[in-house]
């Protein structure tokens, strides 16, 4: 899966010269908590979260007024605050890399750039999405975790066996195990009974850690 799979195409944006307080209320009625920055051609020049607008913003234990405030937040420009430096990737990077980016420079969304041209942007939030439908927890079934040997041929006779008993597969996730000779996979299934499936998958190697509707 890639990155322009999952973007949000044709994000709302803000130009650098726009006031921090009305970049604030600006988020807050659209709902989001970045935006990109463009200059006046268009051009992403920086990005703003709704931390750096609050970060910027007077706190509630200072002695000005509330027109002062005002004031002050009327001359301060997100041109001040925003990040100039941004990290960003192209439309067809795989989403699990974009995951990556975010994880490793502890970020929460990636602008989406192709041919100078932003075109898009994917959060945590659309990789939360992602996380959701490959674990299948708006499917029903049976929701299974396993621990299995990390040896080729392993993931073959789980979905082998299933497929045998007359199952199918609406869901699968692999992760790391206890160690570097397990692994951890977790299945929805429906169309087979519990008690038939777990004897199935204990049979061709696997253990059962837990299973629930």
Known sequence: MLVRERMTAHPITISAD?????????????????????????RLVGIVAEKDLLYASPSP????????????????????????EVITVAPDCPLEEAARIMVDHR???LPVVENGQMIGIITQTDIFKVFLEM???????????MAVSNRPGTLAAVAGEVARLGGDIVALGTFYGADRTQRSITLKVCGVAEE??????????????????
Not at 18 to 42: C, H, I, W, Y
Not at 74 to 84: D, G, N, P, Y
Not at 196 to 213: F, N, P, S, T, Y
């Open 18 to 42: 726009t006031p921090v307080s009305e970049a604030l209320n600006f988020m807050r009625q659209n709902r989001v908590r970045r935006l990109p920055v463009l200059d006046k051609r268009g």
């Open 61 to 84: 234990a200072t002695s000005l007024s509330v027109y002062e405030i005002g004031y002050l937040l009327s001359k301060l420009k997100v041109s001040e605050i925003m990040v100039r």
């Open 107 to 109: 970020i929460g969304g």
């Open 135 to 145: 674990l299948g927890a708006r499917e029903q079934g049976l929701r299974l975790s």
């Open 196 to 213: 038939e499936l777990v004897q199935g998958l204990e049979k061709v190697g696997a253990r059962v850690l837990d299973i629930r509707r």
